[in-house]
């Protein structure tokens, strides 16, 4: 089955990014996926603040090709893969911390997919969306600008 998702692409503000990475605990040499990636800064930010190898899955050419030249423009190209395709459609690396900012329809979509090809011990962090029928091990309230931002980290049993 094929889905095709719309979801705007709204970056996620810098420090919410660090934020959220912090709380997936994302270590050096663990592999990152980035579901939706728009223009890759969650990749960069892992890679050259975190010491992280990451994967961004991008269906949009123009966005794909955005997060291609900043992943390269901020030298970490080495470090980053970005996929242009609909990640419904591609099996999921063995990431050791999935992010996410879709939509909660999305999430509960992608969720049964989530469960048979994510691997144990896995953390899925999800920018102001939550997964339904899942469990956050934490969900954090973080304010950055003025705007509050909920964190939702799950870990794959």
Do not use: Q
């Amino acid at each position: 089955m094929s889905y095709y998702v719309s979801v705007p692409f709204v970056p996620t503000p810098v420090e919410v990014v660090r934020e959220m990475l912090r709380l997936a605990s994302l270590k050096p040499g663990e592999l990152l996926l980035d579901l939706g990636c728009g223009d890759g800064r969650v990749l960069v930010i892992a890679a050259k603040e975190f010491g992280a190898r990451a994967i961004g899955i991008e269906i949009r050419n123009d966005l794909a090709n955005k997060a291609a030249y900043n992943v390269t423009k901020e030298g970490v190209k080495n470090d980053v893969l970005i996929i242009n395709g609909n990640f419904f459609e591609l099996k999921l690396p063995p990431a050791d911390v999935i992010f996410m900012y879709l939509l909660t329809s999305v999430n509960e979509r992608l969720r049964p997919k989530l469960e048979r090809e994510i691997k144990p011990g896995a953390r899925i962090i999800s920018h102001d969306f939550e997964i339904s029928g899942w469990v956050p091990k934490r969900k954090v309230e973080f304010r950055d600008g003025g705007r509050s931002h909920t964190l939702y980290l799950y870990v794959r049993e």
